[in-house]
């Protein structure tokens, strides 16, 4: 996902064509369409290191950690009021994600991907599958879910 954004009318976070959405691209595209002498110091990680706000990549890698790790301490046997509030904390989450293409397409994924809020299990599956979608997407890797506690909540097995 490089380059700028036109935002559709539906998007719930508007950006302005002038003003390229930060959160939606990785770093070093921002900074060269910033054309900015700061296009020499723009390698992986210096986001970071400099204290910049969050690019596409920051804000999606602690996302998903955020995400994954709530799914692996989600209980075991939600109350009907615990599923209703995941429900709605993903809808809304959904509407906010500040990369307006990246949750477009999410709401999207929604449409036709109940999230499976009965089991801590069934939402740690369901959030594995929403970022092996954009896995897919990005032409990453898919990831095993079957591996899912072992990344998110117990540690790699020896
Ligand atoms: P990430 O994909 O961020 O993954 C972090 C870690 O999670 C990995 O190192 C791996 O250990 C683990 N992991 C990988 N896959 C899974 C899985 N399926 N289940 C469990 N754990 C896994 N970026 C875009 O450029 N375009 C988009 O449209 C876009 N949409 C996004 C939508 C959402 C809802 C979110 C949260 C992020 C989105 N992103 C998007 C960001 C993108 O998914 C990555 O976070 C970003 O590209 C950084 O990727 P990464 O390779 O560092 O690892």
């Given at each position: 996902m490089e380059g700028r954004h036109a935002p559709a009318d539906t998007d719930p976070i508007p950006t302005s064509?002038?003003?390229?959405?930060?959160?939606?691209?990785?770093?070093?595209?921002?900074?060269?369409?910033?054309?900015?002498?700061?296009?020499?110091?723009?390698?992986?990680?210096?986001?970071?290191?400099?204290?910049c706000p969050a690019d596409s990549l920051a804000l999606g890698r602690g996302t998903w950690r955020l995400l994954h790790t709530?799914?692996?301490?989600?209980?075991?046997?939600?109350?009907?009021?615990?599923?209703?509030d995941m429900r709605s904390f993903i809808t809304l989450f959904s509407k906010f994600y500040p990369c307006p293409p990246c949750a477009e397409d999410f709401r999207e994924w929604l449409k036709t991907n109940t999230p499976k809020?009965?089991?801590r299990s069934g939402l740690s599956q369901w959030f594995c599958e929403a970022h092996n979608?954009?896995?897919?997407?990005?032409?990453?890797?898919?990831?095993?879910?079957?591996?899912?506690?072992?990344?998110?909540?117990?540690?790699?097995?020896?």
């Open positions: 064509p002038a003003k390229p959405c930060r959160t939606c691209v990785d770093f070093r595209s921002w900074m060269k369409s910033q054309r900015t002498r700061g296009e020499e110091a723009a390698r992986p990680g210096d986001a970071a290191k400099y204290g709530m799914a692996a301490y989600y209980p075991d046997q939600p109350s009907s009021q615990q599923q209703q809020v009965d089991s979608e954009v896995n897919k997407k990005l032409q990453k890797p898919l990831f095993d879910c079957k591996r899912i506690n072992e990344r998110w909540l117990d540690g790699w097995a020896d």
